[in-house]
T-cell receptor
Framework: RKEVEQDPGPFNVPEGATVAFNCTYS??????FFWYRQDCRKEPKLLMS???SGNEDGRFTAQLNRASQYISLLIRDSKLSDSATYLC????????????FGKGTKLSVIP | ETGVTQSPTHLIKTRGQQVTLRCSSQ?????VSWYQQALGQGPQFIFQ???????GRGNFPPRFSGLQFPNYSSELNVNALELDDSALYLC????????????FGPGTRLLVL
């Protein structure tokens, strides 16, 4: 089983749609969780951290379920500018600062 | 922008050659991590440097080596290049206080022919 697995995608959605990305991780001791966004041929950029209580940043909502080792990202009212690859990222913690990335899910928002 | 810079932006090498990639971390950050991102894949952790010492290593062979300098800038060296080393090499800096947020540079795109 891969350490971090994401929906394979790609997701093609119309503007205004709501889209959800799912991610599972294998290391139950993992401490920190993130969603990064990566535009084509660019570096990954932190979109948001994910907390057990769930967190929201504008149109973006992230959820973490530690019991199921499951992370999600919900994007409401999709914009053309949301088109990118979304990377689920896990830090195993316990003094490690290594980030483990999923393969990414590509989102294309269509006019 | 994150303030993390990398050089060069692009590089073409042939099999068997050696390459050195450079990274300048964000001001105040003392930790640098290197990642390899093959086409269509997520970044894979190579190693991390903290205060000039290696602080963790991923599943990469010894021909991948690194350095961190007193000003916290860093180098990634790859010897005996193979075709599969063709990838985007990303450097990320962070402030090692328990906050794991890492800020990525724009990367160096390496092509091995």
């Amino acid at each position: 089983r891969k350490e971090v697995e994401q929906d394979p995608g790609p997701f093609n959605v119309p503007e205004g749609a709501t889209v959800a990305f799912n991610c599972t991780y294998s290391n139950s001791a993992s401490q920190s969780f993130f969603w990064y966004r990566q535009d084509c041929r660019k570096e990954p950029k932190l979109l948001m951290s994910v907390y057990s209580s769930g967190n929201e940043d504008g149109r973006f909502t992230a959820q973490l379920n530690r019991a199921s080792q499951y992370i999600s990202l919900l994007i409401r009212d999709s914009k053309l500018s949301d088109s990118a690859t979304y990377l689920c990222v896990v830090n195993p913690g316990a003094g490690s600062y290594q980030l483990t990335f999923g393969k990414g899910t590509k989102l294309s928002v269509i006019p | 922008e994150t303030g993390v810079t990398q050089s060069p932006t692009h590089l073409i090498k042939t099999r068997g050659q050696q390459v050195t990639l450079r990274c300048s971390s964000q001001s105040g950050h003392n930790t640098v991590s290197w990642y390899q991102q093959a086409l269509g894949q997520g970044p894979q952790f190579i190693f991390q440097y903290y205060r000039e010492e290696e602080n963790g290593r991923g599943n990469f062979p010894p021909r991948f080596s690194g350095l961190q300098f007193p000003n916290y800038s860093s180098e990634l060296n790859v010897n005996a290049l193979e075709l599969d080393d063709s990838a985007l090499y990303l450097c990320a800096s962070s402030l090692k206080t328990g906050e794991e947020t890492q800020y990525f540079g724009p990367g160096t795109r390496l092509l091995v022919l």
